[in-house]
């Protein structure tokens, strides 16, 4: 019991360091010039009169903007602060610190320019008007953080009548970051994907893509059961919205009732992105799953089952959302290199294949180093990952027809490189320089 006091205590350390650190630095991120600016001369060149000449370009064909200006490279990171990370609906203010750590890690491992767009409305019609609004100064718009159902209609409208990539990163990237790791996990195991049966636990944005993209990848339909705040879905349920609806109908080919013990029982695998815990998941319930057991918690800040708890009930694999335990599903290791990729071939949309792609080369990146236990996926500070990834991304692209410009994978593996080699050097030399200060001791 002391042991697992000092693993809880270990646990919640990140939070209260977060809260010095965000006070020293007052934010994470800031914009800088990135032209040369010699003397005040400049500024006829960089403005006005000589910035008249490419306005006068890009009246005449809108594309051009892409050459003339950084809106190849920017990203809207757009939310209303209505489903922030474990903490529900806190509001657009208090959403902008996971904004702006978003737009950190797009810089730093992407080599993306990301804006934080935290709203003061939570009407979906609104949103989307703001963001065809907006879309004029952007290559991409990463929609983040909002509540279901409404997330779901806000995407589908927006990838209609947009002509620059949207996605919803708490749909299509969790479900990239997850068959990822279930590629691998499955490896491990000796199980194969079309085979297992699956627990899904959850069914918000996160779940339903989750469940859309692993059976595109070949989990089939009817071995999955998704259980939500109510219990299992099935046909009789009147309760559904639409999305349940759907899945009610495709999944759960036993017909089950009842709720999480009865969906998990011989289950190969379950993936858990339901509430913040611990005890959503109990020891009892992985006792009742099959053989070697995969266990994915993925809530944050606290995973739905400690992973030592999970461990001790026979989970064979344990992997959760956070950075100081083994096994990280984080999105991080999907949305930068895939805005890469898809930035860098100007595609018109980020399609399910593209994010299945890209899950395939995450997962081809921790096997080629050796795939145990304890590594199913690749860390963060794994770089190669992310061109790697980009490049995957960039070639269905062009397969599917939906890039505007045609380059070969080396050829987008080799940008890719640069660009994200480049945003961290720039980040280095600032270092380095003084101009981001040291954070300060904090003593606890």
């Not at 979906?124 to 779901?152: H, M, R, T, Y």
């Not at 961290?424 to 001791?441: A, N, T, V």
Request: hydrophobic share 40%; aromatic share 6%; charged share 25%.
């Amino acid at each position: 019991m002391n042991n697992e006091k000092k693993l809880i205590e270990k646990a919640s350390l990140p939070g209260k360091i977060a809260l010095k650190y965000h006070e020293f630095y007052h934010g994470k991120i800031e914009v800088i010039p990135k032209c040369p600016l010699k003397s005040f001369d400049d500024f006829a060149v960089w403005y006005t009169p000589g910035v008249a000449e490419p306005c006068k370009i890009i009246k005449e064909n809108v594309d051009k903007a892409y050459e003339y200006t950084n809106k190849w490279n920017n990203v809207a990171i757009v939310t209303d602060g209505t489903r922030v990370l474990g903490l529900g609906d806190i509001g657009a203010e208090a959403s902008l610190p996971v904004m702006e750590g978003k737009a950190l890690l797009f810089k730093l491992l992407g080599g993306v320019d990301a804006f934080p767009i935290c709203l003061s409305t939570t009407n979906p019609n609104e949103i989307v008007k703001v963001v065809n609004w907006i879309q004029p100064s952007f290559g991409g718009i990463n929609l983040e953080d909002i509540a279901q159902p409404k997330c779901f209609k806000i995407l589908h409208e927006l990838r209609e009548t947009l002509k620059i990539p949207v996605w919803h990163d708490d749909q299509q990237g969790t479900g990239t970051v997850v068959l990822a790791g279930l590629i691998n996990a499955l490896k491990v195991v000796n199980k194969k994907i079309n085979e297992v049966q699956i627990a899904l636990v959850g069914a918000g944005a996160a779940g339903i893509a989750i469940a859309n993209i692993i059976t595109k990848a070949g989990v089939k339909s009817g071995n999955l059961i998704i259980v939500d705040s109510k219990g299992i879905l099935h046909p009789d349920r009147v309760d559904l919205q639409e999305e349940k609806k759907e899945w009610a109908l495709k999944t759960n080919k036993e017909g089950r009732i009842g709720g999480l013990y009865e969906a998990m029982k011989d289950a190969d695998v379950c993936i858990a992105v339901s509430r913040p815990g611990p005890k959503v998941i109990t020891e009892e319930m992985i006792k009742k799953m099959s053989d070697n057991p995969i266990v994915f918690a993925c809530a944050n800040p606290i995973p739905e089952i400690w992973p030592w708890e999970a461990k001790k009930a026979g989970a064979k694999i344990v992997a959760t959302g956070r950075s100081d335990f083994p096994n990280q599903i984080n999105n991080s290791l999907g949305f930068p290199g895939i805005f890469r990729g898809a930035l860098d071939v100007r595609a018109k949309t980020i399609t399910d294949e593209m994010c299945i792609a890209a899950a395939y080369e995450i997962a081809k990146v921790a096997e080629e180093k050796g795939l145990s236990e304890d590594y199913i996926i690749p860390s963060m500070a794994e770089l190669e990952v992310y061109p790697r990834e980009a490049s995957a991304v960039a070639a269905k692209a062009i397969e599917e027809n939906v890039a505007r410009i045609k380059l070969t994978r080396e050829e987008v593996y080799e940008k890719a490189s640069l660009i994200i080699k480049s945003s961290q050097e720039k980040l280095k030399c600032l270092m380095k320089m003084g101009f981001i200060k040291e954070p300060p001791k904090i003593n606890f």
